[in-house]
Every structure is written in structure tokens, then in C-alpha cells.
């Protein structure tokens, strides 16, 4: 009687029913199959984190683990049956515009986010919602691209979204109760979040937006217990620090670099891995005379005390609005054996970059190990001593247009690449687009956009071409690539099924084989991919997930 | 949780239409008129924001009607241009201000800015139109073919655009040059919500498992699948793995009208017969 009082009281309470019966097939599914449980609510732990790649039936951060693979090493969904993939449910976030989530899922559990800081539970078998929290954003945020979110992070009984306001907060993982509300930022200066935090140890690891309104970039980290700020890597360094002198004048005041994707992780050395982006203004280089540091560049920072101990700047003194804030990925692999820095092939870190190369670096000292040109790109003809592609000098802005190639798009942009283990083969979602880059001077006021020059699309160049591209990381060779119709704005994953899952522009879901990049199996989901997808495991049942148009899709064998 | 969530997204909203009303009846006049400095300011804001669509000096783009026409099909008044620029046009391409998801918004300052350098670079258009309209339009129903492949009100083919509004939102020139240079830049087609590229007018032919040849113009296409319509108006949906061969061209289905099939005089009156209709 109790056992169903109890339940009664749950239904009427709207929690989700206790998994007593579903435990018991899922153990003895698990048993045979390995593929997750559902001992649910159980707390997630640093330790839990660092050994993500033991439990592949859960998604816990937002590239899957923390060497940023996005792979999966779950094969139930494999390049034998993925014709048979169908579509399981469909969650609708009712949001408009951009939806740009990776979903987490922890024991049975999926959280994400939607539009205008929204985050969601939902029980990750069937998508029926367990907890909806939306922020009430200010009406006078102005975010450079869209009122965009790309996911949570979680830790211990909690997730942590950044917010259009510049706000980090913790929400109860369980009902979506807010637990702590942190201010890092006046996003009434252009300061805003759109990023997935990483959570590493007990901090929450968090990067800002802005680059379009002349904020200066800067890294936190708050405690996830309580919400303080335990420390903060500005990216732009003030006077007296290393870097500094790399800013004509006053310049870094308003320099930019914003940290707006989600870094990687190195238990072994205990170093964050976060990317930046443009200086301000994005497409303007007079005034900030220098290599305008730590723009456009990998940091290597630790993680305890977010002090930096290495960094490599891609891009100098950027004009195009490349960001560097692609997922940079943590390879350990003993097939790639480079002669210069790195023999035995660990300790790698590769990063496809948005100005057209593919960049290896070895990730103890950031020495650059090769850079190779993965797309089409006219900026840039020679090397320096180090191998580090230079600009070419007529490739600035001009007061009449100037074309250059990439775009201010990139060949690549921040949808996450995939790195698979299997195959050794980095895939990367690339484009072919030229622009027109042209001046426009806009002097800093707070608050308002700060561009410093214009671009349009060269028609020269149309129609832009769009790619699925697998890279081989030792070489920057590409090995295989699969033309879209159309540029397309979706992430990718790798799986152990020997099969990479992408979308397209025209609202496809795509099942690749990994080593042809032919594609298997695709499903019509009615709307743009804007996001990449993952992998999880409930019951001994393999799903996939993708956002697309303004709706989560899980798909799962038959 | 379901309610208190709808709720306040409604109240929310109620909040947002009054404060847009009080907002709207405070904009009436545009505070940097004529001043050559808000011009100079809004020349940049326009590259940053605008010319995308609307090109390089507001003369009109790939998909933005020319703005340095002093009759605009939409905004009448500086109110109007105001109201347009931070609302959008619902229907069309012309998105909020602030909401095209690329870029940020713009203040009210630096729309102001933006109306002062468009009314800046206006020219008068002349008393009298070029061509003759109603030559123009025995043309396009008659001896040019053009209603083979084109509609106008409702009249004419379907494997062209439809060119009804073509008038209120591009050039003289760019009509004349389409006409004479059809293939230099195709035609946009479907728009699909949230893709970032529309369809274009590509040319295509294919060969059926059957071995059907079929030559037409893309309605649509994605990977697998495409959609066409053949010079006979009959629509194909096809599986791109069924098909024999696939090939698409970006050579414009239409043939290039040059000075020998169609004079300039006579293009001049065709454009007028557009530009005509465009204006209502």
C-alpha cells in the first residue's frame, strides 16, 4: 500500500515515476549488451567525468568527454543496421530561431537547452519533459547572433547554463530549481553567454561572447558549490602583463577575444584547453597596431588557478573575423608519428580552424607540429619559421572591398568536429565561401556594435560549397569528403559502429560511413541543423540526438 | 508547470506590444535630418547592416530592392523607414531589426543615421518613364515571349519567377542586365525558414531509371531528393539514387535576349511595363 501511496503522490506531483521495473530489464540488458543502466539521479562526480569513455551509455559533457572527440564507443547503431534507424521522439522546444544545443544525458536523464535560456529534462526513452526552466532575459540584450544557447555542463546533483545576460547560474538537476545566480558580466556592455560550460573538479568553467561589441574577452571559473568566482583568465593582457604591448594604445580595453565555445580538458597535466576569438573590431585593423594577443589563439591554462602556460595565436592581428574557437581535440594516438616534436603520438592537440587550416600542435608546449590548408584560402602564401601560415599583405580590408577567401563565415565555424579513434580521421563540416571585405569605421561606444568594416558574399564564388571532410591529423591530408547541396551549420559525431552522424542545411540527419563518408541513411527532420549531434544509451537501447529546426530528434533501432 | 510557463510568456509579450506602441508614437521624425555627419555615420551602419541585400550604395542587391529610388514601394515617410528597419516586413526577406541572426541590432540613433544617408543618396526619378508601359506590355504578353516562362498578376507561365513585384524591388539596370544576361546571376527562389541560402533557378536535366530524359529548372533539392519542373510546367519529385543521371547547370534555363531579338527600345518599354506594375 505504501509503495503505491507513494507512487499516487508522485503522478499527482508530476515527478517522474521511481524505475523499478525498468531497472530490472535494464541490468540484466546490461549485463550481456554493456550499454547503461538506469540508476538514476546519481551524482555526477569529477571522477565520473574524467572516466566518461568507461560509462558511453551517458553524454555527460558537451564533446562527450573531455579530450573533445565526440565519439561515441557505442556500436548497437553500426554501419550494418543503421539502415534500420527510425525516429524515436521528438521533443519541441516551441522557441524560434536558432536552436544550437548538444544535449547532456546522465542514467536515463537528457538535459539541453533551447533558445532565449531555456533548459529542459527529459526522460531520454521517450522525451517527455521532466522540468522546463526559461530565464527572463532583459529585452535590451543584444547578442551578436542569435539569443542562441549550445548546452549545459553538469556536476554532483546539478547543471550550469550561461545566460544571454552574462549570468552564470545552477539549477537543480532533478526540478530546475535555481540554486545559485553568479553575474560575471554588464550585458548591457555586449557581455553575453552562449557557450556550454565545462565543469572541471569542483569549478565551472565558462567563456564570454562579445566580440562584436569591443567587451575584453575574458575565461571564469566559479566554485559549483556556491557560485564564486574562483578565477578569471582575462585574454587580452592590461598593462604590466606579457602580451600587453601586443595592443596599440588603449586598444585592449575594447580588444575583444572572447572565449565563446567550449574548451577541452587534460586530467594527466591538469590543463584547460580553451579557444578565442577575434579582436575588436572583427574586421578593422587600424588602431590596434600588434598581434593583438591572446586573440585568435589555443590557451593552455590551469586549471586549478586559470594562469596560462602556454598559447598559440592562429591567427595575427585578424581582419576577417576568424575566431579560433573551434573545439580543439585531444589526440593520443600512436599511428600519428611526427618526426618533430612528439614521436610516440601522444599528447597531440588538433584544432580545424575557421581561417581555412588544419593546425597539430603538441599539447605539453604548444609548439606547432604542421598546418595545412583543409579548404579553399587566399590569404595566406608563406609560412614563418615556425610553420605558422602568415598573411599575405594585400589581404586587409579596403575602403572598396577586397575579396578574400575564406569568408568571414571561415571554412569552418564553431559546429564541433569529431576525432575518430577507429579510423585515425578527423572530420570536420567545412565551407567554401569567398567575401568581400570593406571598411567602415565606426568609433567604440558601449553597448553598440563594433565591426569596423563590412562583408558581403563574392559572387565570383557562387554558389558556396559545402563539405563533410575527414582529415587525416598526421598529414592535414583530406582523405574523404562528401558534398552538401549546401553549407550546412551541423556539428559532427563519430561512433564506434564505424559510422560518423552529420546534418544538412536542408534539414537532413545524415548516418555516414566513416571510412567512404557514403552516406548509409538520412531522415527529413523539417527544419536546419544548427547543432551536432551525440550518442547515449537507456535500457541496453542505443539513440542518437540532434537538434534541428526548433526540436531535440532521437533516433534508435527498431 | 505547464501554465505558470505559458502565462507569463503572455504577459511578457502583452508588456512588449505596449512598450512598442508607447515607443512607435515617440518616432515620428527623424532627429539627424539632412545633417551631413549622421549621413557620413549611417553610410557605414548601412555597409555593416544593409548592403548584404541591399548592395553597396543602397542600389539594390541579389535579393534587396535598390533604396536610392526616391518612390519606395513600402516606406513613404522617415516614420515609415523607421518602423520598417526595426520591425522587418512581414512576408519578405526584410527581417527586424536585430533579428537576421547574424550581426547585432542596431540602436535607434544609428537607425536614424541609416534613413539619413538612404534619403541622402536618393535620386529624383524622372518626370517621365524611359519606355512606354503599355508597348511594354503587349511585349511581355505578345512578340517577346516573356509570359511563356514568367507571371504578372496572375498571368503567364510558371517555370520562370514570377516578376509581379520585380519592379518595386530592383533597378532599371539590373532588369535590363537579367534580361540581356540571364545566367550572370540566377534568380532566388524558395526560402526556406532558418536555411541560410534559397533555392536558386538552377537549369537541370535528368534520365529517369526508365530512361526518361527530363529538362527543367530545381523547385527544390536536398541530398537525396529533388524536385523540378519540367519547360512543360509538370512537377517531378525524384529520389536522386533512382536517377540515371543528374545534371545541374547555373546556364539560365532562359535564353539570353541580346540586341538583335529584342531592341533597346523595346526592352526600355518592357522595363517600364514592370516597373508600372511594380509601383502599385
Not at chain 1, 76 to 90: E, G, M
Amino acid at each position: 500500500m505504501k509503495i503505491f501511496a507513494n507512487l499516487l503522490l508522485r503522478l499527482l506531483r508530476g515527478f517522474p515515476l521511481p524505475p523499478l521495473r525498468l531497472s530490472l530489464t535494464a541490468t540484466s540488458i546490461c549485463m550481456t549488451a554493456c550499454l547503461g543502466t538506469n540508476a538514476a539521479h546519481a551524482q555526477v562526480t569529477f571522477e565520473r567525468l574524467v572516466n566518461a569513455q568507461k560509462e558511453p551509455q551517458n553524454w555527460m559533457t558537451y564533446s562527450g568527454d573531455y579530450s573533445g572527440k565526440r565519439f561515441s564507443a557505442l556500436d548497437q547503431i553500426n554501419a550494418a543496421d543503421v539502415r534500420a534507424l527510425q525516429a524515436k521522439w521528438v521533443y519541441q522546444t516551441a522557441a524560434t530561431g536558432k536552436l544550437e544545443t548538444t544535449p547532456l544525458v546522465v542514467d536515463g536523464i537528457m538535459y539541453a537547452t533551447a533558445q532565449d535560456d531555456r533548459a529542459f529534462a527529459l526522460d531520454a526513452r521517450t522525451g517527455r519533459p521532466i522540468w522546463m526552466y526559461q530565464r527572463q532575459v532583459p529585452s535590451d540584450i543584444r547578442p551578436c547572433c542569435g539569443h542562441v544557447n549550445r548546452g549545459l555542463a553538469i556536476l554532483g546533483d546539478k547543471v550550469f547554463l550561461g545566460t544571454l545576460d552574462a549570468h552564470v547560474i545552477a539549477l537543480d538537476a532533478k526540478t530546475g530549481a535555481v540554486v545559485w545566480d553568479a553575474t560575471a558580466a554588464d550585458y548591457r556592455t555586449g557581455h553575453s553567454f552562449t557557450v556550454a560550460p565545462l565543469a572541471v573538479k569542483n569549478l565551472i568553467v565558462i567563456g564570454i561572447s562579445g566580440g562584436e561589441y569591443g567587451v575584453r574577452g575574458f575565461i571564469d571559473a566559479y566554485d559549483a558549490d556556491t557560485g564564486v568566482r574562483k578565477w578569471r583568465f582575462y585574454t587580452v593582457p592590461g598593462p604590466g602583463e606579457p602580451g600587453h604591448d601586443t595592443w596599440e594604445g588603449d586598444s585592449w580595453k575594447v580588444g575583444g577575444a572572447p572565449a565563446w565555445n567550449t574548451g577541452t580538458y587534460d586530467p594527466g597535466t591538469n590543463q584547460i584547453f580553451w579557444p578565442t576569438g577575434n579582436p575588436s573590431p572583427s574586421n578593422r585593423g587600424e588602431g590596434r597596431a600588434g598581434d593583438n594577443l591572446y586573440s585568435n589563439s589555443l590557451l593552455a591554462l590551469n586549471a586549478d588557478t586559470g594562469k596560462l602556460n602556454w598559447y598559440f595565436q592562429f591567427t595575427k592581428h585578424d581582419e576577417h573575423d576568424w575566431d579560433a574557437t573551434q573545439v580543439p581535440i585531444l589526440i593520443d594516438a600512436a599511428k600519428i608519428d611526427t618526426d618533430k616534436t612528439d614521436k610516440d603520438g601522444k599528447h597531440l592537440i588538433a584544432q580545424a580552424n575557421r581561417n581555412g587550416f588544419f593546425y597539430l600542435l603538441d599539447r605539453t608546449n604548444g609548439k606547432l607540429i604542421s598546418a595545412t590548408a583543409y579548404g579553399k584560402q587566399t590569404w595566406s602564401d608563406s609560412k614563418d619559421a615556425d610553420g605558422r601560415p602568415i598573411a599575405n599583405k594585400n589581404a586587409s580590408p579596403t575602403l572598396e572591398g577586397h575579396t578574400v577567401c575564406p569568408g568571414a563565415l571561415g571554412t569552418t565555424n564553431w559546429f564541433p568536429p569529431t576525432y575518430d579513434p577507429q579510423t585515425n580521421l578527423f572530420y570536420v563540416t567545412a565551407r567554401d565561401q569567398c567575401d568581400i571585405f570593406s571598411t567602415a569605421p565606426q568609433p567604440y561606444e558601449a553597448g553598440h556594435a563594433f565591426y569596423g568594416s563590412a562583408y558581403f558574399p563574392s559572387e565570383d564564388a557562387e554558389p558556396y560549397l559545402g563539405f563533410l571532410k575527414a582529415i587525416d591529423p598526421a598529414t592535414g591530408e583530406i582523405k574523404q569528403k562528401f558534398q552538401h547541396t549546401s553549407p550546412t551549420w551541423s556539428g559532427v559525431l563519430s561512433t564506434a559502429g564505424g559510422l560518423v552522424f552529420s546534418g544538412d542545411a536542408e534539414g537532413n540527419f545524415i548516418a555516414f560511413d566513416a571510412g567512404s563518408l557514403k552516406p548509409l541513411w538520412h531522415f527529413q527532420m523539417g527544419g536546419a541543423v544548427y547543432a551536432a549531434p551525440m550518442a547515449f544509451a537507456v535500457d541496453g537501447k542505443e539513440y542518437v540526438a540532434i537538434a534541428a529546426g526548433s526540436a531535440v530528434y532521437a533516433f534508435g533501432l527498431p | 508547470m505547464g501554465l505558470p510557463y505559458l502565462s507569463r510568456i503572455s504577459a511578457g509579450a502583452f508588456v512588449c506590444l505596449f512598450l512598442i506602441a508607447a515607443f512607435c508614437r515617440a518616432q515620428d521624425r527623424n532627429p539627424l535630418a539632412g545633417d551631413p555627419k549622421a549621413a557620413k555615420a549611417g553610410e557605414y551602419e548601412f555597409r555593416i547592416n544593409c548592403a548584404l541585400c541591399h548592395g553597396l550604395g543602397a542600389r539594390g542587391g541579389g535579393r534587396g530592392p535598390d533604396l536610392t529610388r526616391a518612390q519606395k514601394k513600402f516606406a513613404h515617410s522617415d516614420a515609415d523607414m523607421f518602423q520598417i528597419i526595426s520591425n522587418g516586413i512581414s512576408g519578405t526577406a526584410m527581417p527586424a531589426n536585430g533579428t537576421n541572426g547574424q550581426g547585432v541590432g542596431m540602436t535607434d540613433e544609428e537607425i536614424w543615421q541609416i534613413i539619413t544617408y538612404i534619403r541622402s543618396q536618393e535620386v529624383k526619378a524622372p518626370a517621365k518613364p524611359l519606355g512606354n508601359a503599355v508597348h511594354g506590355k503587349e511585349l511581355f504578353y505578345g512578340d517577346a515571349n516573356c509570359s511563356l516562362c514568367h507571371m504578372v498578376e496572375g498571368k503567364g507561365g510558371r517555370v520562370g519567377p514570377e516578376l509581379t513585384g520585380v519592379g518595386g524591388s530592383r533597378t532599371r539596370d539590373a532588369i535590363i542586365d537579367s534580361v540581356r544576361n540571364p545566367s550572370r546571376r540566377l534568380a532566388w527562389g524558395l526560402s526556406e525558414a532558418t536555411k541560410e541560402f534559397p533555392q536558386e533557378y538552377e537549369s537541370v536535366t535528368v534520365v529517369t531509371q526508365e530512361g526518361k530524359e527530363i529538362k527543367g529548372v530545381t523547385l527544390n533539392e536536398d541530398s537525396f531528393s529533388v524536385q523540378i519542373m519540367d519547360m512543360n510546367e509538370q512537377i517531378h519529385l525524384l529520389d536522386k539514387s533512382t536517377l540515371r543521371s543528374f545534371q545541374k547547370s547555373r546556364q539560365s534555363a532562359m535564353p539570353p535576349y541580346g540586341a538583335d531579338v529584342l531592341s533597346d527600345k523595346d526592352l526600355e518599354d518592357i522595363v517600364a511595363f514592370l516597373l508600372s506594375v511594380g509601383a502599385k
